[in-house]
């Protein structure tokens, strides 16, 4: 398997532009703290490897400067209970959505059930 990436037309458009790295330089890009967590059980159950140990991995792409890590606050656990119309039975994906709603962010995602989440109007949605 080769290394090379080839980039969707979205991401090549949000690469091309800058608009990552736009919202890197002006502090506007997040990551949620239960990302951490599904790295973390997506390496425990070798689901993914990284190019270093998890631990390792996890405080270098959270060194990047303009990321914020963005903690589990209550109000985005007990959103991630009460979402509309059951948007996904994925707990960290429920977090992801219930955080973009109550801090008023875009979620970049290609999870399918997510995007069409985001069609229905009940989060803002940025699809890959």
């Not at 159950?45 to 963005?70: C, F, M, Q, Y």
């Not at 109550?102 to 069609?119: C, F, N, Q, S, W």
């Amino acid at each position: 398997m080769s290394d090379a990436l080839l980039l969707d037309t979205h991401a090549w458009v949000w690469y091309s532009e800058g608009i990552i790295d736009q919202a890197r330089l002006g502090n506007r890009l997040h990551v949620a703290a239960i990302s951490v967590w599904e790295i973390g059980m997506l390496c425990a159950k070798e689901k993914i490897s990284l190019s270093a140990p998890v631990s390792d991995w996890i405080r270098r792409a959270l060194d990047v400067p303009g990321l914020r890590l963005l903690l589990l606050d209550a109000e985005t656990a007990l959103e991630s209970t009460q979402l509309p119309d059951s948007p996904h039975g994925d707990p960290a994906d429920r977090f992801l959505i219930a955080a973009a709603r109550i801090h008023g962010l875009r979620l970049v995602t290609a999870d399918r059930k997510i995007r069409e989440y985001g069609k229905v109007g009940h989060a803002r949605i940025l699809a890959i």
